[in-house]
């Protein structure tokens, strides 16, 4: 798979200019800032790879928190709820990366992104970010189209493939208790730290300062698609990429297609004048009496 | 200059074709049932992995664009004012409503919460701006019913000439109205497609991050414009050589000579604009990557740069064969670049799998079958084919 390089994409503006097409004309693609800036009060996760045992009972409470079944898995004819994935009844796991004899766990739920895909993608608003950044998913505006997924750079929202009435399943930082995340609450290492944003950067620079060569000098999600609210430490020797995080730079995902989107369809003046062109020119080209040209 | 005026075909409408055509929409409207019943999972092959198929990728990308023969004839004759080929628009018109309400009705079919439809053209408060699909939905679904009446005159002529006389008054009454109207129904019918088909690319800009180098692009709304350009012409030019061999119809093979060089051009101006585009940002070595990427991708560039060739040539302006085949090899390759702009250069990452259950190509061969049916019952009852009136009526 050859991926795009974020020079790639925004060379992709001047090409775009070039062939000087009004119909695709993306403004100040160069600028590649996020929409949304971080608020103080966005609320999220730092997900501490170095300390996290594998001992899955974030994803027990996530279950119990969220009333999602087990996902069963026989292990030599005994049942597990081992899910390997997020699923429609899983909204966060614990996977494990081995290398040789050496293996780091990394756990998977929502990102929380600054500027969402899903958000950016979804018809009619059913997926809606709150006060606190938490990105909601309200299933009464939600059509089942799942552009939502295609979007995602994290593969995140999951799907009730086996459903007649089916629905999206994603975290949403359990929104429903008053007590916060379930998955932080049970976490016997402080591996899953939840609280206010700007707290869980300055914890995870403390931590990386504390234990000099420990921790890879860098925080996955500070920056990454235009900054994200759940963040990772991963150790020295472990690359993200390794654990299995998407390698993606710093353009949020929506970027390019919004600016198209709003380019192109602003307060809708392109398509009005235009359609007004094409009236006046179908108007001129078919009068004279041309019963000929009727469709 | 005058043309033959369009007359229905007639003749008996349950051939052996027909019939097989109506048996494979009976095998899949039964396999619905299990998609209705049971849910997406049981019934295709789509997973969170690949949460788009064949009946987005085929049904609804490529299905609209195979519809935009009206389109791109409707450009030519109203707009650029060539009126010569007239007698191609009314049968372009009718495959293309036929084409956009099939891939309407498989958007139905698709998404999961299906009841729910209703809430894009009503819920005006939830509209969502940045979402290109949004534009997409709004404007294939005004599309639909812009398509049937720019198509209505065939009806209504056919109930003057010969309906009941309530058809009769209906018609004499409607007729003149919508003669006034048509001018501006055009013109709708000339904006929307430009609007969504271009939108159909900005759809995968969003998931820019698991697309190949090779089919993503800033320009993916000008390239899916002109592709469905491009698609539109070898509609019309395949639908009237079929319909003249399997219909017995007149050929129409000097004026769909005419209109090769204005099809090699387009073609032309695809291929320059992607490989412009491809050069400029870099991405071009990744055509020279030994694997089913660069495959595909060349296997796409030499279906459409064969054909552009060919219509360049003398013998696609004499020679219903080798327009015929130029056609083909244009459709073959617009398509697999639609398909594989869904399908092929979306990477979800390792561990996903995508190849369609033999339900959902049964439910999309059962749609395509309808359609087919629905078409020559059309051709054969009303006036759309001015290759049907015996030449010495011209």
Redesign the interface.
């Given at each position: 798979?050859?991926?795009?390089t974020r020079?790639?994409?925004l060379?992709?503006?001047?090409?775009?200019g070039?062939?000087g097409?009004a119909?695709?004309a993306?403004p100040s693609?160069a600028e590649a800032a996020s929409a949304r800036a971080r608020q103080p009060g966005d609320v999220g996760l730092l997900y501490d790879s170095t300390l996290c045992i594998g001992c899955r009972a974030c994803v027990t409470k996530c279950k119990s928190a969220n009333n999602l079944p087990v996902d069963a898995m026989n292990i030599n004819g005994v049942p597990y709820d081992a899910p390997d994935?997020?699923?429609?009844t899983t909204k966060t796991v614990i996977q494990v990366a081995a290398q040789g004899d050496r293996f780091a766990f990394v756990k998977r739920q929502c990102m929380q992104c600054l500027d969402p895909?899903c958000?950016?993608?979804?018809?009619?608003?059913a997926y809606q970010k709150g006060p606190d950044g938490v990105i909601g998913y309200d299933q009464s505006?939600?059509?089942?189209?799942?552009?939502c997924?295609?979007?995602?750079?994290f593969?995140v929202p999951?799907?009730?493939?086996?459903?007649?009435?089916?629905?999206m399943v994603k975290c949403e930082m359990c929104r429903h208790r008053k007590e916060g995340p379930a998955c932080s609450e049970v976490c016997p290492r402080q591996a899953v730290v939840f609280g206010k944003v700007p707290d869980l950067l300055a914890e995870a620079k403390r931590r990386q300062a504390a234990s000099p060569g420990k921790y890879l000098a860098r925080i996955y999600g500070e920056h990454e698609?235009g900054g994200t609210q759940c963040l990772y430490l991963t150790a020295a020797d472990v690359p993200f990429e390794t654990l299995g995080l998407?390698k993606?730079d710093g353009t949020p995902?929506?970027h390019?297609?919004?600016s198209?989107?709003?380019g192109v369809?602003k307060g809708m003046i392109a398509?009005v004048a235009?359609?007004a062109a094409?009236?006046l020119?179908?108007?001129r080209?078919?009068?004279k009496g041309?019963e000929?040209?009727?469709? | 200059m005058s043309h033959a005026p369009a007359t229905p075909v007639g003749g008996k409408l349950t051939t052996p074709f027909f019939n097989f055509m109506a048996l494979v929409a009976l095998a899949g409207a039964a396999a619905l049932v299990v998609r209705f019943a049971q849910g997406l999972g049981a019934a295709t092959g789509m997973t969170d992995g690949y949460a788009w198929g064949i009946w987005i990728a085929l049904d609804v990308v490529v299905g609209t664009a195979l519809g935009c023969g009206g389109y791109a004839m409707a450009l030519l004759v109203y707009l650029a004012n060539r009126g010569k080929y007239h007698p191609l628009v009314r049968p372009a018109m009718l495959t293309g409503a036929l084409g956009y309400t099939f891939a309407a009705t498989s958007i139905i079919v698709d998404v999961g919460r299906y009841w729910g439809i209703w809430k894009i053209p009503t819920y005006v408060a939830w509209w969502n701006f940045d979402s290109a699909l949004l534009e997409v939905a709004l404007c294939v679904m005004t599309y639909v019913m812009v398509l049937w009446i720019e198509f209505s005159p065939s009806i209504l002529e056919r109930w003057r000439a010969s309906g009941t006389p309530g058809q009769r008054s209906f018609a004499e009454s409607a007729g003149p109205r919508l003669d006034r109207a048509l001018p501006w129904i055009i013109a709708l019918g000339l904006l929307l497609p430009t609007m969504h088909q271009s939108s159909l690319g900005t759809v995968m800009m969003l998931p820019f991050s698991k697309m190949h180098a090779l089919w993503f692009s800033p320009l993916l709304p000008l390239l899916f414009l002109v592709n469905c350009l491009f698609l539109g012409y070898a509609m019309v030019v395949a639908e009237s050589t079929l319909s003249s061999t399997g219909l017995g119809t007149r050929r129409e093979t000097r004026l769909l000579g005419a209109l090769a060089p204005t099809m090699a051009w387009v073609l032309i101006l695809f291929v320059v604009l992607r490989f412009g585009d491809l050069a400029l940002r870099g991405s071009l070595p990744a055509a020279f990557v030994a694997g089913k990427y660069a495959a595909w991708f060349w296997l796409e560039t030499l279906l459409l740069l064969a054909p552009a060739v060919v219509l360049l040539g003398r013998n696609a302006r004499e020679r219903a064969s080798t327009q015929f085949g130029a056609a083909l090899s244009m459709l073959a390759g617009g398509i697999l670049y639609r398909f594989d702009t869904y399908i092929l250069a979306y990477d979800p990452g390792s561990g996903w799998s995508y190849f369609p259950s033999a339900l959902e190509i049964l439910i999309t061969a059962g749609f395509v079958a309808a359609e087919v049916m629905i078409y020559l019952w059309i051709v054969r009852r009303f006036p759309v084919l001015s290759s049907a009136t015996p030449a010495e009526s011209r």
């Amino acid at each position: 798979m050859t991926t795009l390089t974020r020079r790639q994409l925004l060379q992709g503006a001047a090409v775009a200019g070039a062939a000087g097409a009004a119909a695709v004309a993306v403004p100040s693609v160069a600028e590649a800032a996020s929409a949304r800036a971080r608020q103080p009060g966005d609320v999220g996760l730092l997900y501490d790879s170095t300390l996290c045992i594998g001992c899955r009972a974030c994803v027990t409470k996530c279950k119990s928190a969220n009333n999602l079944p087990v996902d069963a898995m026989n292990i030599n004819g005994v049942p597990y709820d081992a899910p390997d994935d997020l699923n429609a009844t899983t909204k966060t796991v614990i996977q494990v990366a081995a290398q040789g004899d050496r293996f780091a766990f990394v756990k998977r739920q929502c990102m929380q992104c600054l500027d969402p895909a899903c958000v950016s993608a979804c018809m009619i608003k059913a997926y809606q970010k709150g006060p606190d950044g938490v990105i909601g998913y309200d299933q009464s505006r939600c059509l089942g189209d799942r552009y939502c997924q295609i979007a995602c750079p994290f593969n995140v929202p999951k799907f009730q493939w086996s459903k007649a009435v089916p629905v999206m399943v994603k975290c949403e930082m359990c929104r429903h208790r008053k007590e916060g995340p379930a998955c932080s609450e049970v976490c016997p290492r402080q591996a899953v730290v939840f609280g206010k944003v700007p707290d869980l950067l300055a914890e995870a620079k403390r931590r990386q300062a504390a234990s000099p060569g420990k921790y890879l000098a860098r925080i996955y999600g500070e920056h990454e698609v235009g900054g994200t609210q759940c963040l990772y430490l991963t150790a020295a020797d472990v690359p993200f990429e390794t654990l299995g995080l998407p390698k993606v730079d710093g353009t949020p995902q929506p970027h390019l297609s919004t600016s198209i989107q709003h380019g192109v369809y602003k307060g809708m003046i392109a398509p009005v004048a235009l359609y007004a062109a094409i009236g006046l020119a179908v108007w001129r080209n078919t009068r004279k009496g041309d019963e000929e040209k009727k469709p | 200059m005058s043309h033959a005026p369009a007359t229905p075909v007639g003749g008996k409408l349950t051939t052996p074709f027909f019939n097989f055509m109506a048996l494979v929409a009976l095998a899949g409207a039964a396999a619905l049932v299990v998609r209705f019943a049971q849910g997406l999972g049981a019934a295709t092959g789509m997973t969170d992995g690949y949460a788009w198929g064949i009946w987005i990728a085929l049904d609804v990308v490529v299905g609209t664009a195979l519809g935009c023969g009206g389109y791109a004839m409707a450009l030519l004759v109203y707009l650029a004012n060539r009126g010569k080929y007239h007698p191609l628009v009314r049968p372009a018109m009718l495959t293309g409503a036929l084409g956009y309400t099939f891939a309407a009705t498989s958007i139905i079919v698709d998404v999961g919460r299906y009841w729910g439809i209703w809430k894009i053209p009503t819920y005006v408060a939830w509209w969502n701006f940045d979402s290109a699909l949004l534009e997409v939905a709004l404007c294939v679904m005004t599309y639909v019913m812009v398509l049937w009446i720019e198509f209505s005159p065939s009806i209504l002529e056919r109930w003057r000439a010969s309906g009941t006389p309530g058809q009769r008054s209906f018609a004499e009454s409607a007729g003149p109205r919508l003669d006034r109207a048509l001018p501006w129904i055009i013109a709708l019918g000339l904006l929307l497609p430009t609007m969504h088909q271009s939108s159909l690319g900005t759809v995968m800009m969003l998931p820019f991050s698991k697309m190949h180098a090779l089919w993503f692009s800033p320009l993916l709304p000008l390239l899916f414009l002109v592709n469905c350009l491009f698609l539109g012409y070898a509609m019309v030019v395949a639908e009237s050589t079929l319909s003249s061999t399997g219909l017995g119809t007149r050929r129409e093979t000097r004026l769909l000579g005419a209109l090769a060089p204005t099809m090699a051009w387009v073609l032309i101006l695809f291929v320059v604009l992607r490989f412009g585009d491809l050069a400029l940002r870099g991405s071009l070595p990744a055509a020279f990557v030994a694997g089913k990427y660069a495959a595909w991708f060349w296997l796409e560039t030499l279906l459409l740069l064969a054909p552009a060739v060919v219509l360049l040539g003398r013998n696609a302006r004499e020679r219903a064969s080798t327009q015929f085949g130029a056609a083909l090899s244009m459709l073959a390759g617009g398509i697999l670049y639609r398909f594989d702009t869904y399908i092929l250069a979306y990477d979800p990452g390792s561990g996903w799998s995508y190849f369609p259950s033999a339900l959902e190509i049964l439910i999309t061969a059962g749609f395509v079958a309808a359609e087919v049916m629905i078409y020559l019952w059309i051709v054969r009852r009303f006036p759309v084919l001015s290759s049907a009136t015996p030449a010495e009526s011209r």
